[in-house]
């Protein structure tokens, strides 16, 4: 391994020194040593005068920073409600069972770490693990076998063979987004002819409203950012895609990264902006190379960099800077947190990244989703986006379509399309439940499988998880309520506390000690998150137990305790170390067995 | 009254300036919302979420929504008194405060502004976390058992002192409280019993060493009147100089 003040030394010449950048630099530190070795928190702390603590601080908040070596094989099983459906937590125990490891404890040679982690976005091709970053797909018991026998024998994961790194698009309907190709330039050079007014207007027309969810109209956020007076300008292009279940961004920046950096051209033509950044989750790391030379390759096409396919004062360039595992900071001004180098807490809004962001300057932040579509409405006009789709919900959407279903994968549908006839064309049958827009998003019943996807109707970011009569659906909401206790940024006490309390009374249900004042408790607790919390990851984390307890009742109700109240308190618990002291394991030293689960 | 800069809390007339937040008027006028993490002297937080009040049907929070004319604002309906009591209670139950025990009972901003909302008890199930207590600094105890993670102690060092002595480390429900000293210790750090990160902390979490139980009880801060009339913590801290130990800083 090399010295580790050359190498930051060399990180700095290369991507330049700013505080700014602390989390791009221990990144690339944790990368290359498999954590962030406290030499290298006191060098970084010199040189960016900051003080070792809030070094830590930022390391302890991210998921895929380290203060202790994961050593030469660094593995993280993907652990949405998808994996599991698909078997992964056997191949997880598996796996730790060849390997002679506890879950998140470095081997005693310090070669190998087995972790799971908040979902990889893989998970129509799942189960899923990240090994030093590359994505294995479509795990199975044979797969673990190889991969047992290649971490002992020590071949690097470079040597590994690459049939276990494919990851497939997997587009199975394409509409207009995805079929109507432009040539490269040509958004840049349509914005060129009309001026950033006439575009402005087109976009505005053409109704898109952003793709990540929040549904806020592209155009007149695009206008707000360049009405807003400022030296500098940014656009932001949200690539965190971490909502599980999710991962048609993936697709997008997989095969259309031309498409998506045209759009950002475009809306820097529009603001005003000389900078664009791209936040690549940190589960998508194996596609920078690419993205990077696409960059390139446009650069060298004068499609950014100065004078943009000749005209003057038109001068724009995208870094990547990478996320390091935090949920969160998919929400925007968490993001811009994140970009600045900082824990990922969400900013007081108003005022808004629009007119107040990245540096807190005037930042253009969009989805990856729309800054394509972007680029597609430039070119074609805003009639061919909105003669399809609903009138408060023009054009189409992107789908990830996974869990119980023939054939899982990304779908692109105009807005208005019923649940019904998405199930019926990526062959699901006996569905129980669809999980729209992941997590946060809401759980549909058969009775409702008449709505649309729509703004109006039911709104998603693109995740659509589907599952059959088979399915125990409280795993799905116990699934979600870890989540969210994992992925809550501790801010505000609703999300941090409230979270908690939430996944232990999921938890009370499931290994059937729970009364109906249980119920009522988690309805109390989830309605308060919802009411009153910081932002948007606290007011939607009690969704799927909300939901559920009003349409799925049953779930619940097979489960309870016939009593007015059980304690939370476990007696059985309770006396672990007792009996880890004198040594019993006999019947008597149990008060009563809980099953697993 | 002048309707183009006043907003209704609970039907009184509330004037407000360019750049108030509700809490910022509500306080001048001597409305009290009650709060943990706000202190009219910092940046509002906005993170305990106590303020949090109910305007135009939305529940805001009041430390940092900027206030506009003709708001309705509602701070003392049962709804927003119920909200606050379970997030009160979530913060009872995510530390260890055991108020009987506890040298901070009676001037203790948490526990008065419980009996403020009528909480009588933390109802939840308590997370009995296993938290350490700091006693590495010559004058002063952490006890890590009581932070409530209001941020008060890290804005205070790092505007006022210029020491930047704290910050909030980790993620999630395993947030906490860290010190900026080579081992991690608040004895190593900067810290002094003088500083006003010190004198900000709203409950037990910083406190004096040396001293104990000074003021008899009937006498304490919140024995006699509610804190809706005496106001916060951090009002009435007037840190006395303290026994000072051998091993004290030069």
């Avoid at chain 1, 649940?419 to 827009?437: E, F, K, P, Y």
Wanted: charged share 25%; hydrophobic share 35%.
């Amino acid at each position: 391994m090399p010295n580790i003040e050359e190498f930051i030394g060399d990180i700095f010449s290369e991507i330049g020194e700013a505080p700014d950048l602390l989390l791009q630099y221990l990144h690339a530190i944790q990368h290359e040593y498999s954590h962030v070795p406290e030499e290298a928190i006191q060098l970084l702390s010199e040189r960016l005068k900051t003080p070792p603590m809030k070094i830590n601080a930022v390391i302890d908040f991210y998921s895929f920073l380290h203060r202790t070596a994961r050593g030469e094989y660094d593995i993280r099983f993907s652990d949405n409600i998808t994996d599991r459906m698909l078997g992964n937590q056997l191949l997880f125990k598996s796996l730790c069972k060849k390997l002679g490891v506890e879950p998140d404890v470095p081997r005693a040679d310090g070669k190998v770490t087995v972790s799971l982690t908040s979902c990889t976005g893989i998970c129509d091709q799942g189960p899923a693990m990240l090994v030093n970053g590359l994505v294995v797909s479509k795990l199975t018991e044979k797969r673990i076998h190889k991969m047992v026998g290649r971490i002992e024998a020590g071949i690097p994961v470079a040597n590994w063979p690459k049939s276990l790194f494919v990851v497939k698009d997997n587009i199975r309907r394409k509409d207009k987004l995805l079929n109507d190709d432009i040539i490269k330039g040509s958004a840049i050079g349509a914005l060129a002819a009309t001026g950033g007014e006439v575009m402005l207007e087109r976009l505005e027309n053409s109704g898109l409203r952003g793709r990540g969810g929040a549904g806020f109209g592209s155009g007149l956020k695009w206008r707000l950012c360049r009405e807003t007076e400022a030296d500098k300008h940014y656009v932001v292009c949200n690539a965190d895609e971490g909502e599980p279940g999710t991962f048609k961004d993936r697709v997008l920046l997989n095969s259309y990264a031309d498409e998506l950096f045209e759009g950002m051209t475009v809306a820097a033509g529009i603001v005003g902006a000389k900078k664009g950044l791209l936040y690549l989750r940190r589960e998508y790391l194996y596609m920078r190379e690419a993205l990077e030379k696409t960059l390139q390759e446009r650069r060298e096409a004068k499609l950014l960099g100065k004078k943009i396919l000749g005209h003057k004062g038109f001068n724009f360039d995208i870094e990547i800077h990478m996320g390091a595992g935090a949920y969160i900071c998919g929400e925007e001004s968490a993001l811009i947190e994140s970009l600045e180098g900082k824990r990922g807490i969400p900013r007081d809004r108003p005022p808004f990244p629009v007119t107040c962001g990245y540096k807190n300057k005037p930042t253009a932040l969009n989805n990856v989703e729309t800054f394509v579509a972007a680029a597609k409405i430039a070119v074609f006009g805003a009639d061919w986006y909105h003669s399809v789709g609903t009138s408060q919900s023009s054009g189409t959407k992107l789908l990830s379509i996974s869990g119980d279903c023939e054939r899982p994968g990304i779908y692109e549908y105009p807005f208005g399309v019923t649940i019904r006839q998405i199930l019926v064309d990526c062959g699901a049958s006996d569905t129980q439940a669809v999980q729209v827009s992941g997590a946060a998003g809401s759980t549909i019943p058969p009775q409702e499988f008449y709505r649309k996807i729509a703004f109006e109707d039911v709104s998603s970011g693109g995740s659509f998880m589907i599952f059959n009569q088979q399915r125990d659906l409280l795993k799905m909401v116990l699934n979600f309520a870890r989540f969210f206790t994992h992925e809550s940024c501790g801010f505000c006490t609703p999300c941090r506390v409230g979270g908690r309390l939430l996944n232990d009374l999921v938890e009370k249900v499931m290994v059937g000690y729970a009364t109906r004042y249980d119920l009522k408790e988690m309805e109390r607790i989830g309605q308060v998150m919802k009411k009153t919390a910081h932002c948007g990851l606290g007011s939607t984390a009690p969704n799927p137990i909300l939901d559920t307890l009003a349409k799925f009742p049953g779930i619940y109700a097979t489960r309870l305790h016939n009593t007015s109240h059980t304690p939370a308190f476990d007696m059985t618990k309770a006396l672990d170390v007792s009996r880890l002291l004198t040594g019993r394991e006999d019947e008597g030293a149990y008060v009563e067995r809980t099953d697993e689960y | 009254m002048n309707t183009e800069n006043t907003f209704r809390l609970d039907g009184k007339d509330i004037p407000f300036k360019k750049g108030d937040t509700i809490m910022d008027a509500a306080l001048r006028a001597g409305e009290y919302i009650p709060h943990l993490c706000h202190n009219p002297e910092f940046k509002p937080h906005g993170s305990c979420r106590l303020c949090v009040v109910d305007v135009n049907g939305r529940h805001q929070a009041s430390c940092t929504l900027p206030a506009e004319a003709g708001m309705e604002v509602d701070n003392s309906s049962d709804a927003i008194r119920q909200r606050r009591e379970l997030l009160l209670q979530m913060l009872f139950v995510e530390g260890n405060h055991t108020c009987p025990a506890c040298e901070k009972s009676g001037a203790c901003q948490l526990q008065a502004v419980a009996y403020y909302i009528g909480m009588l008890s933390p109802h939840l199930t308590h997370f009995f976390p296993k938290r350490s207590i700091d006693a590495s600094h010559p004058d002063i105890v952490f006890y890590h058992n009581r932070c409530i993670l209001c941020g008060l102690c890290v804005r205070a060092s790092e505007q006022v002192d210029r020491k930047s002595v704290f910050a909030i480390s980790g993620r999630g429900i395993d947030s906490k409280l860290v010190f900026n000293s080579p081992d991690g210790k608040l004895g190593g750090s900067e810290l002094e019993f003088t500083d006003k990160a010190v004198e900000v902390c709203p409950v037990g979490a910083i406190m004096p060493k040396h001293l104990g139980y000074e003021t008899p009880v009937g006498q304490r801060l919140y024995d006699t009147k509610p804190i809706s009339v005496v106001g916060d913590v951090a009002a009435h801290s007037k840190p006395e100089k303290p026994f000072i130990s051998d091993k004290s800083h030069e």
